[in-house]
């Protein structure tokens, strides 16, 4: 998953939509969660870039960026996250996990990736905690 961050980020690189400056972002003070959300994958990846924390969190929902992309349906943005070591099973405000999130909307791509890397519902944290 590393080299497929690596290889996103090289190909934003070369084709000029980011600086080499790692703190250089076009969209200053847009956090990492609301780029996730509007599905603004050269925000998301420079953040992740600068070293943001994929797991950083709106302040309302106490969503991460990968809760937003699910619920928006980005799975390239999904795929940039998970990449980033992101927590798959965070859990938001609402007791729920992005793929809950990715569930409640239909989004059944981002689902089944998120499935992929591991991820599980709110319930299915809560019976394996009970056993």
């Known amino acids: 998953m590393k080299s497929l961050l690596q290889t996103s980020i090289a190909a934003v690189l070369f ?9 250089a972002l076009p969209t200053p003070g847009t956090p990492i969660w609301a780029a996730a959300e509007a599905g603004n994958r050269e ?3 420079q953040h992740l870039v600068a070293g943001t924390d994929a797991d950083t969190r709106d302040e309302r929902y106490g969503a991460s960026s990968l809760h937003w992309a699910a619920w928006c349906g ?5 795929e940039l996250i998970i ?33 992929e890397h591991g991820a599980k519902t709110a319930d299915e944290l809560k019976t394996k905690a009970a056993k």
């Open 15 to 23: 084709a000029g939509c980011a600086t080499p400056e790692p703190t």
């Open 83 to 115: 990449a980033a070591k992101a927590n798959v099973n965070a859990i938001n405000f609402d007791g729920e996990t992005p793929l809950d999130c990715a569930t409640s909307f239909s989004q059944n791509e981002i689902a089944a990736l998120l499935r």
């Open 74 to 78: 980005h799975p390239d943005i999904v």
């Open 43 to 45: 925000v998301v990846l």
